[in-house]
């Protein structure tokens, strides 16, 4: 209850208790004048008639002044009887008054009673009622207070598991995060040995190239050195070949114009002698002429030599290179088949092997460039092949035609190459379907393939021949299963 139903009940109950005692005082005041009104009717007809004794004459005795006569005697009996009747009736009705005053006061003390009963009792149902309230209160706060110690207590149990599931949480978290720390220091360390074994077949690799392309430009150079040589020798012989024939040329104009001159003074006494001297320059420009020519041809030849040799020279440079190319896609080749054989297990050959004409390949890979590509090669050597746009529809098509081996890229809109993976895998009419999965070359990427269950992972960009070697392996292993 409130506190001003509480200030109610209270004002209430002291104007019931005035409304009481307010009764009872005007009752007893009442009752007080009625018993004064009593007494008077009792006093004043003794006080207004003289007493009996003193009206009565005395039997035997007459009075002093005269005797009454019977008349007078029959008419104080008379008033004597009339008298006593009177007082009888004032007494019988003061008798009836005080009756009915008592019965009065009695009916009112009852009244008072009742009024003070129904009064108690009010208050006891009053004073009950306020029990029951205060019970009730009582009782309701108990109920809010165990309510709310329940709800604290569900609330500390709440936050205290929470607390220990958070704890729990933090120290999966930690266990994964160290976990997670190991297998990221084993990969950075498996990352450091690739990535120095890759250095290293790098180094290699370009030191071989290097100590190539050095003994390529050395060679180059020498050829050049040796072109220049020869061109230069070329040029040297030719000069001197000209030199010669402009001095055979001016030393035959020479000796023209001195003949010229000898023969305008003794033209008659000198022609015998100008013809053989002309005979004789003219043998000399001959000589020097088929001189010249034969340095010239030798010049040539050896010209053609040079030229054959520094020919000959490139050809076989060149071969040496070729040779040098092969090795290294060889070698390159026979480490990946090595990389290959270790990350798969040796297959068994238990049983007979399916040729490539009974073996479906399917490729799955949204670019059409690669599947077009991949089937191209599939197809060269003789397997059968089908091709999915994406994960979405290389699985709509295992429903129907399971293949013999799946070749799936990683990157795919839809369905990616691990959820197919994973599909496939769960799959019992697919289960044993070796998986080859073609991505980037990386660690993190390699251990989620091999999580989801994928037999090889070719890192891009691959030789061609992997491929085929990783699917009759795995077409080995299959039959040996």
């Given at each position: 209850?409130?506190?001003?139903?509480?200030?109610?009940?209270?004002?209430?109950?002291?104007?019931?208790?005035?409304?009481?005692?307010?009764?009872?005082?005007?009752?007893?005041?009442?009752?007080?004048?009625?018993?004064?009104?009593?007494?008077?009717?009792?006093?004043?007809?003794?006080?207004?008639?003289?007493?009996?004794?003193?009206?009565?004459?005395?039997?035997?005795?007459?009075?002093?002044?005269?005797?009454?006569?019977?008349?007078?005697?029959?008419?104080?009996?008379?008033?004597?009887?009339?008298?006593?009747?009177?007082?009888?009736?004032?007494?019988?009705?003061?008798?009836?008054?005080?009756?009915?005053?008592?019965?009065?006061?009695?009916?009112?003390?009852?009244?008072?009673?009742?009024?003070?009963?129904?009064?108690?009792?009010?208050?006891?149902?009053?004073?009950?009622?306020?029990?029951?309230?205060?019970?009730?209160?009582?009782?309701?706060?108990?109920?809010?207070?165990?309510?709310?110690?329940?709800?604290?207590?569900?609330?500390?149990?709440?936050?205290?598991?929470?607390?220990?599931?958070?704890?729990?949480?933090?120290?999966l978290a930690a266990e994964e995060a160290a976990r997670?720390?190991?297998?990221?220091?084993?990969?950075?360390?498996?990352?450091?040995?690739?990535?120095?074994?890759?250095?290293?077949?790098?180094?290699?690799?370009?030191?071989?190239?290097?100590?190539?392309?050095?003994?390529?430009?050395?060679?180059?150079?020498?050829?050049?050195?040796?072109?220049?040589?020869?061109?230069?020798?070329?040029?040297?012989?030719?000069?001197?070949?000209?030199?010669?024939?402009?001095?055979?040329?001016?030393?035959?104009?020479?000796?023209?114009?001195?003949?010229?001159?000898?023969?305008?003074?003794?033209?008659?006494?000198?022609?015998?002698?100008?013809?053989?001297?002309?005979?004789?320059?003219?043998?000399?420009?001959?000589?020097?002429?088929?001189?010249?020519?034969?340095?010239?041809?030798?010049?040539?030849?050896?010209?053609?030599?040079?030229?054959?040799?520094?020919?000959?020279?490139?050809?076989?440079?060149?071969?040496?290179?070729?040779?040098?190319?092969?090795?290294?896609?060889?070698?390159?080749?026979?480490?990946?088949?090595?990389?290959?054989?270790?990350?798969?297990?040796?297959?068994?050959?238990?049983?007979?092997?399916?040729?490539?004409?009974?073996?479906?390949?399917?490729?799955?890979?949204?670019?059409?460039?690669?599947?077009?590509?991949?089937?191209?090669?599939?197809?060269?050597?003789?397997?059968?092949?089908?091709?999915?746009?994406?994960?979405l529809d290389a699985a709509r098509q295992i429903e129907?035609?399971?293949?013999?081996?799946?070749?799936?890229?990683?990157?795919?809109?839809?369905?990616?190459?691990?959820?197919?993976?994973?599909?496939?895998?769960?799959?019992?009419?697919?289960?044993?379907?070796?998986?080859?999965?073609?991505?980037?070359?990386?660690?993190?990427?390699?251990?989620?393939?091999?999580?989801?269950?994928?037999n090889v992972v070719l890192g891009k960009p691959y030789?061609?021949?992997?491929?085929?070697?990783?699917?009759?392996?795995?077409?080995?292993?299959?039959?040996?299963?």
């Amino acid at each position: 209850m409130s506190m001003n139903e509480n200030m109610l009940l209270v004002a209430a109950a002291v104007f019931a208790v005035f409304l009481v005692v307010s009764f009872f005082i005007a009752r007893r005041s009442a009752r007080k004048r009625l018993d004064q009104r009593s007494d008077w009717r009792h006093i004043e007809p003794s006080e207004a008639r003289p007493p009996a004794d003193e009206a009565r004459p005395t039997p035997g005795v007459a009075p002093e002044e005269s005797r009454p006569e019977p008349a007078a005697q029959e008419a104080a009996a008379t008033r004597a009887a009339e008298d006593a009747a009177h007082r009888e009736s004032e007494r019988q009705a003061a008798e009836r008054q005080a009756s009915e005053a008592r019965a009065a006061e009695e009916a009112a003390r009852r009244e008072a009673q009742r009024l003070a009963t129904e009064e108690a009792a009010r208050r006891e149902a009053q004073r009950l009622a306020t029990e029951e309230a205060a019970r009730r209160e009582s009782e309701r706060r108990a109920v809010e207070q165990a309510a709310r110690l329940a709800a604290e207590r569900q609330a500390a149990e709440q936050r205290a598991a929470e607390e220990a599931a958070q704890r729990e949480a933090q120290r999966l978290a930690a266990e994964e995060a160290a976990r997670r720390a190991s297998e990221r220091r084993a990969a950075d360390e498996a990352a450091r040995q690739a990535a120095e074994k890759r250095a290293a077949e790098e180094a290699a690799q370009r030191e071989a190239q290097r100590l190539a392309a050095a003994e390529t430009a050395r060679r180059a150079s020498e050829r050049r050195a040796a072109e220049e040589a020869a061109r230069l020798a070329a040029e040297r012989k030719a000069a001197e070949a000209r030199a010669a024939e402009e001095a055979a040329q001016r030393e035959a104009r020479r000796l023209a114009a001195e003949e010229a001159a000898r023969r305008d003074a003794a033209r008659r006494a000198e022609d015998e002698a100008a013809r053989r001297r002309a005979a004789e320059r003219q043998a000399a420009e001959e000589a020097a002429s088929r001189a010249a020519a034969r340095r010239a041809a030798d010049d040539a030849a050896q010209l053609e030599r040079e030229r054959r040799a520094v020919a000959e020279a490139l050809r076989q440079e060149e071969q040496e290179l070729r040779i040098i190319e092969q090795a290294i896609n060889r070698e390159n080749q026979r480490q990946a088949v090595e990389a290959a054989r270790r990350q798969a297990p040796a297959p068994l050959t238990h049983a007979p092997v399916k040729s490539p004409q009974q073996t479906v390949v399917m490729v799955a890979d949204d670019s059409r460039v690669v599947r077009v590509k991949t089937g191209r090669l599939l197809s060269a050597h003789a397997y059968q092949v089908l091709t999915a746009e994406d994960g979405l529809d290389a699985a709509r098509q295992i429903e129907g035609t399971v293949p013999d081996i799946l070749v799936t890229d990683v990157d795919m809109p839809g369905l990616d190459g691990f959820q197919l993976s994973r599909q496939v895998r769960a799959d019992p009419r697919t289960a044993h379907v070796p998986i080859i999965m073609v991505t980037s070359d990386n660690d993190e990427l390699r251990s989620q393939a091999a999580a989801v269950g994928v037999n090889v992972v070719l890192g891009k960009p691959y030789p061609e021949e992997l491929l085929i070697n990783h699917i009759e392996r795995l077409m080995m292993a299959q039959a040996g299963r």
